[in-house]
């Protein structure tokens, strides 16, 4: 089979770099190799939906403020036919807590998203308490609230991706990638499992967790390993008022949803690894005492179902990684590492992969310090604060 591009990976970013791809250069033959098109194991059915521009990378508060205002305008815009796409978006905001240690980083955020346009505000303890009367304040130095963040529905945002790509024309094929041949710094073709080859003139990496092993088949080091995390749903034991997504410097981080609430946090010391295992005491043990410390009418949560995922999780420095090997595979590129940020930046992330195939360069957001280029040199470009 032949296709002047090949995206590896049918999820929320191979989905959305099929539909940009097909609307800056239409023309273009685009298959999409994706082993399961149930996607049961994909890290976005697995997500939490939320979308924020509390970043202090000004590449990420630009993402994010991209990938936000695309997904308000989804369901008219992604619409097939008289097909709606709809997302279920939910305007809940974010709020941001620290302890005195980290305020001083806190507020130098929060200066940086003021220049980018955002509408956040700086809640110093008592106006914390006055906004979120069951919320204990006593160790913390203050908050960032942002607006006009939320979150939405991941499974509503992949599957109308696909269906606009492949409305547009994009192939997707089920199948699974086993090896690649190259020669002279670019990869010529694709083996799949099924013992059929793919020919392309470009190849797009966008297989979440498992990028790195697909790059390591044709000898690219990606700092990428998968990292399991939980997701719970729960019920407060007192009546409460709902809340933005929260989240601290410890990496709880929790919503309202519902009657209840969903959220966890995250074990940045998990093993890394492809478990999809639940454990199922692990909110009673991590999860609840940080929460209720938080939020005392939590003291009697209960928790009412738990889920696991994998974060794509960059081991340089926790930031995405979005094009090619310079010099080295120019044709073969890669769009990952988004470390618990993929559904949000995934319409920003798709477009850009689309530009620099169709244009040779990023037009709308400048994702330059995103590039291979600083894994080849070793060169992290972390975010600064909670992450």
Partial sequence: ??????????????????????????????????????????STLRASGGVRVLFSCPENIEMSKYGRSFIQRFPQQMAVGDRA???????????FIVPPHAIALLESN????????????????????????????????GGVHSL???????NGLLQGFRRKAISLGADYIEDRVIGFSSSRHVVRDAQLESGRTISADAFVNATGAWAAQLCAMVHMPLPVSPLRRFEHYFTA????????????????????????????????????????????????????????????????????????????????????????????????YVVSAFSGHGMMHAPAAGRAIAELIAHGEFQTLDLSRFGYDRVVRGEPYPEAGIV
Wanted: a negative charge.
């Fill in 1 to 42: 089979m032949r296709y002047d591009i090949a995206i590896l990976g049918g999820a929320i970013m191979g989905s959305s770099a099929a539909y940009f791809l097909k609307t800056l250069a239409p023309s273009a033959s685009i298959c999409v190799v994706e082993p399961d098109p149930t996607y049961e194991f994909c």
């Fill in 85 to 95: 796409a709809p997302v279920d978006w939910v305007e809940g905001g974010y709020l």
């Fill in 110 to 141: 929060f200066e940086l998203q003021l220049q980018h346009g955002c509408e956040v505000e700086l809640l110093s303890p008592a106006q914390l308490k006055d906004r979120f009367p069951s919320m204990f304040v006593g160790d913390l130095a």
């Fill in 148 to 154: 006009r963040d939320g979150w939405c529905d991941p």
């Fill in 237 to 332: 034991g007192k009546p409460m008022e709902r809340l933005p997504y929260v989240k601290d410097v410890d990496r709880l981080a929790f919503r309202s949803e519902g009657v209840g609430f969903s959220g966890g946090l995250v074990n940045s010391d998990e093993p890394r690894g492809f478990n999809f295992a639940v454990d199922h005491d692990y909110f009673e043990r991590v999860v609840w005492p940080a929460a209720a410390h938080r939020f005392p009418p939590l003291e009697a949560a209960k928790c009412h179902r738990t889920w696991s995922g994998l974060y794509e999780q960059c081991d340089l420095d926790g930031n995405p990684i979005i094009g090619n090997w310079k010099g080295r595979l120019e044709n073969f």
